[in-house]
Each structure stands twice: as structure tokens, then as C-alpha cells.
């Protein structure tokens, strides 16, 4: 507690908080480093920003000197108490009780937020299937992190990777250690800048591919024949129905390939393929 700042120290005491790890409460008590957050957001004041999370309101603060607009969702309604207060001078701030994961979300152009790790990978999608924005700075434990900017070839690339990679162009920025954070973590953070894409490899279909890159992940360390017989004999298909695939993308991929190295476009040349398949019949159509 002796880092904390006299204000910071004030809410804790004032609204009895008491932080849980089921709501990822591990508030950002550091402004420097809340300062250099909303600084990779680029706001000016035509920004409608979102932020998940608001907790004690140390980035809130941050982002509503910048932006616009500023809408904050906050599960726990006594952090909804000490974020009024924390923020009552500020005329462009909209606090929002409720379930980041359920509420309808704000028209927004950019998300800033120190993420509940809780839910990191539901809302990460949320944001990215949902949500028209231009750009989001999120901050994220390391590990996940890591698994969101992984490259082909590397221990981290995974579903995660791929899925993410799909909608958005991904970016570490920062490094936040877990001294910056009340109370500390045992993991260090990472803030990641996610632009959405606006050009690059397009599946025809997005919910085939994510049906497709769901069916296979599971086995990355797999060769991708074995993992597309795998797929399919649980589909209740003939495990044959590889080997036409892979026909099919005239030699792009032998087969042999392990998971982990397959590229993006690679992937979607492969999940048009197997929309080929669904509109021919050969496979059960998963949409219906
Ligand atoms: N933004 C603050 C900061 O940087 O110090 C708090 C970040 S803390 C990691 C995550 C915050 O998200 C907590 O205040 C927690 O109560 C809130 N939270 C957890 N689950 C939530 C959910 N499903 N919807 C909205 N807020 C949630």
C-alpha cells in the first residue's frame, strides 16, 4: 500500500473495495504509465473512446483529459461508486454498470482499456466482430499477449493467434511490470495496438474458417493431413476427404506442414476449399 497515491488510497478506504481475482481486479495505480497508454491511442477530442473496466479510474482519467468522449463499463457497483467520485470533475465521461461480455457496447471509433483478464478472450472478440472501431490499445497479461502477436513458426502461434490475426493487425507497444498494478500481480502485463484489417486474405466465408481453424487447433503440433483426418472422421466424414483437400490447393500445401507454421492466407485458401466442400454436399453445411 505505500505506493499508493493519497487519492488512490482514499477510494480503496473510502468504498471498502476489495479487489477479487474472479473480476481480474488489479488496478493501474501508476499515471505515468496510464499517461504513455492513452498516448499510443492518439486521441484528440473528436475520439468516442470505450473503456472495459473502469475500476479506480486511473487510465478513465487519462483518456477523458484527451478524448471526446469517454463511455466506461464497470461490472462492480461499488467501483461504479468510486469512479463518480474519482471522475465527478469531468463533464464527457458516461459510466456504464453491467457485463462488458452482455451489455449493448457504445458507437465508439477507438477502445482503450486495461482488460479484466478474466474475460480477455470473450471480449477481445466481442470487440473485433462487434465493433466498428479504428483502433484499440488493450493491455493484456504477458502470456496471452505473446499468443495474440505470435508469428507462424513460433511456440505461440495458435488459434488464438490465428482467430485475432484474422480481423486486426496486432502490435506489442508495452511492457507493464506487475510492481505498477494494486494489488501486484504474478505476471507481468503487455499492451497491444489492434488496427482493424483493411486489406489481406478474406475467407469467403468468416464462420467457416473459424469453424475450420476450430476443428484443427486443437492438435497444433500436428502435421495438417493428420489434423484434417482427425476433423473430419470426428465430423463423422471420410478421413480421405484430406487428401482431396489438399488436391485441391494445387500443391500450396503438401500436408506435411505442422500447424504451427501455416500462414494466415495459407489458412484461408484452405477454409475456401472446404466451403467448396459444404456447397457441393461433401460436408454437412455447420450453419444451419
Ligand atoms: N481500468 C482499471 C485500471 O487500469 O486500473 C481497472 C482494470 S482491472 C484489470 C479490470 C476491471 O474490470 C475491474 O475494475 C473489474 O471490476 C472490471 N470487470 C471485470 N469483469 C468485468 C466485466 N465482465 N464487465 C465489465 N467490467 C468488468
Known amino acids: 500500500m505505500s505506493t499508493l497515491s493519497d487519492d488512490i488510497r482514499g477510494l480503496l478506504k473510502r468504498y471498502k473495495v476489495q479487489p477479487t481475482k474472479k473480476r481480474g481486479q488489479s488496478f493501474l495505480t501508476n499515471y505515468a504509465v496510464a499517461k504513455e497508454i492513452v498516448d499510443f491511442a492518439e486521441l484528440n477530442k473528436q475520439d468516442r473512446v470505450l473503456e472495459i473496466g473502469g475500476g479506480l479510474g486511473v487510465l478513465t482519467q487519462q483518456i477523458a483529459e484527451k478524448a471526446g468522449e469517454v463511455h466506461v463499463v464497470e461490472i462492480d457497483a461499488n467501483l ?3 469512479l463518480c467520485d474519482k471522475v465527478r470533475d469531468y463533464n464527457n465521461v458516461n459510466i456504464i454498470e453491467g457485463d462488458a461480455l452482455t451489455v449493448d457496447l457504445p458507437k465508439v471509433n477507438k477502445i482503450v482499456s486495461n482488460l479484466p483478464y478474466s474475460i480477455s478472450s470473450e471480449i477481445t472478440f466481442r470487440i473485433l466482430q462487434e465493433l466498428e472501431y479504428e483502433m484499440a490499445v488493450l493491455m493484456y497479461q504477458k502470456e496471452f499477449a505473446s499468443r ?5 513458426g513460433t511456440p505461440e502461434y495458435s488459434r488464438l493467434s490465428i482467430n485475432v490475426q484474422y480481423y486486426a493487425r496486432v502490435e506489442e507497444v508495452l511492457e507493464v511490470p506487475a510492481e505498477m498494478f494494486y494489488p501486484v500481480p504474478v505476471v507481468d502485463s503487455v499492451v497491444v495496438r489492434m488496427v482493424p484489417r483493411s486489406a489481406g486474405p478474406i475467407a469467403r ?3 467457416v474458417f473459424h469453424w475450420m481453424i476450430a476443428g ?3 492438435y497444433p503440433n500436428k502435421n495438417l493431413r493428420r489434423a484434417l483426418r ?3 472422421r470426428n465430423l463423422g466424414l471420410e478421413r480421405t476427404l484430406a ?6 490447393l494445387d500443391g500450396l500445401l503438401s500436408g ?7 500462414s494466415l492466407v495459407t489458412l484461408v485458401s484452405l477454409a475456401d476449399v472446404i466451403l467448396e466442400f459444404i456447397e457441393s454436399g461433401a460436408i454437412a453445411d455447420p450453419r444451419v
Open 80 to 82: 461504479v461508486r468510486a
Open 148 to 152: 495474440l502477436i505470435a508469428a507462424p
Open 205 to 207: 466465408d468468416h464462420s
Open 216 to 218: 484443427i487447433y486443437p
Open 230 to 232: 482427425i476433423w473430419f
Open 243 to 248: 487428401d482431396d483437400a489438399l488436391k485441391r
Open 256 to 262: 506435411e506442414e505442422r500447424l504451427r507454421s501455416i
